[in-house]
């Protein structure tokens, strides 16, 4: 979702109270350790491994959009899948995966300026995949979450119901497409919340354009004092 680099962080005042502001590729930040590291653009495993979560996420968000349409008896009189496709459609629908994707990107920036950091967007073409970025900004444990869950917690519930009123045909169709692809596109916003939930609350998130970087506070070093030579017997 964000973008590694910017400028070096500055010290934190406190391993309890670290500036969230900005990190750079200099290391941890102060009275942290880096305790993950995910980078999709260099793990074809982790990639190999969220294609197979999105087929596996496809049935369910298939399931949760086809509910609407069997209790509206939609399926039972033949009006989703037999429709037929114009020029006008074919662009709406278009229009819908298009808009769908921005619009997801659009909420994770959304939530990650209302955390205070700046966000860009932009396309990692290695991955075919957006993404919303807040260059080097530092986000605690569970305002992670929030930016990472915020589209599927929004966008599907919003669809899914736009989807009971909706009438048949290309309208329909297209909230259904776009409340699908939404659901799937963030199989991997739940694997990232799944490794930050592996880390405590204090733990503070580096969001990458293709991945993630988690910091726990670093154990205290207590100084050991010098061995005193014993005298005589």
């Known amino acids: 979702m964000s973008l590694n680099g910017g400028r070096p962080a500055p010290a934190s005042p406190?391993?309890?109270?670290?500036?969230?502001?900005?990190?750079s590729d200099f290391g941890a930040p102060a009275g942290y350790r880096e305790a993950y590291a995910l980078r999709l653009s260099s793990s074809s495993r982790a990639v190999v491994g969220l294609n197979l979560g999105?087929?596996?996420?496809?049935?369910?968000?298939?399931?949760l959009f086809?509910?609407?349409?069997?209790?509206r008896g939609f399926i039972a009189q033949d009006l989703v899948f037999t429709l037929t496709v114009t020029l006008v459609d074919?662009?709406?629908?278009?229009?819908?995966t298009v808009g769908v994707v921005l619009t997801h990107e659009v909420v994770h920036g959304l939530v990650m300026q209302a955390f205070g950091a700046r966000p860009r967007y932009g396309i990692k073409w290695e991955l075919l995949a957006a993404y919303a970025t807040a260059a080097g900004h530092l986000f605690r444990r569970d305002q992670f979450l929030l930016v990472a869950l915020a589209p599927l917690l929004t966008?599907?519930?919003?669809?899914?119901?736009?989807?009971?009123?909706?009438p048949a045909g290309t309208l329909w169709m297209a909230l259904a497409l776009a409340g699908i692809l939404n659901t799937v596109g963030?199989?991997?916003?739940?694997?990232m919340s799944w490794k930050a939930l592996a880390h405590p609350r204090t733990a503070l998130v580096l969001d990458e354009e293709d991945g993630m970087r988690v910091y726990v506070p670093a154990p205290a070093v207590v100084p050991q004092e010098p061995d005193t030579p014993s005298g005589p017997a």
């Open 54 to 63: 999105a087929i596996a996420l496809l049935v369910p968000a298939i399931a």
């Open 66 to 71: 086809v509910w609407p349409a069997a209790a």
């Open 90 to 96: 074919a662009l709406i629908l278009i229009g819908a």
């Open 186 to 191: 963030a199989v991997g916003d739940l694997f």
């Open 14 to 23: 406190s391993p309890t109270a670290p500036s969230a502001d900005v990190h």
């Open 155 to 166: 966008l599907t519930p919003l669809l899914w119901l736009a989807a009971w009123w909706a």
